[in-house]
């Protein structure tokens, strides 16, 4: 089994800054893409920031110049940095991944349990 475990989630200002991180851990044989999304109150859960396995990014258009994905394949994490951060980007971050498992060698998408970000004065 795999499991991806959030953390760094919390309160902050507006204007200040968070940063993520998620571990996958379990029967790993390689991640391709890894990312992040979010989901607000009352809307659809949507992609935040995408990595590829070779350091390819692509980010949604809002949060441009302002986060930073970034990876690390030998210890199977992901971060997001964020900086300049405004209370639109309030919501619930999740990690997700697509894992090749040892166990069997198939692909398979996995997601984390989710991290609160609030963005409040």
């Known amino acids: 089994q795999v499991q991806l475990v959030e953390s760094g989630g919390g309160l902050v200002q507006p204007g200040g800054s968070l940063r993520l991180s998620c571990a996958a851990s379990g029967s790993i044989l390689s991640i391709h893409n890894m990312g992040w999304y979010r989901q607000a109150p009352g809307s659809q859960r949507g992609l935040v920031a995408i990595i590829s396995r070779g350091g390819t990014t692509n980010y949604v258009d809002s949060v441009k110049g302002r986060f930073t994905i970034s990876r690390d394949n030998d210890k199977n994490t992901v971060d997001l940095q964020m900086n300049s951060l405004k209370p639109e980007d309030t919501a619930v971050y999740y990690c997700?991944?697509?894992?090749?498992?040892?166990?069997?060698?198939?692909?398979?998408?996995?997601w984390g349990q989710g991290t609160q970000v609030t963005v409040s004065s």
């Open positions: 997700n991944a697509d894992v090749v498992r040892r166990s069997d060698q198939r692909l398979q998408n996995y």
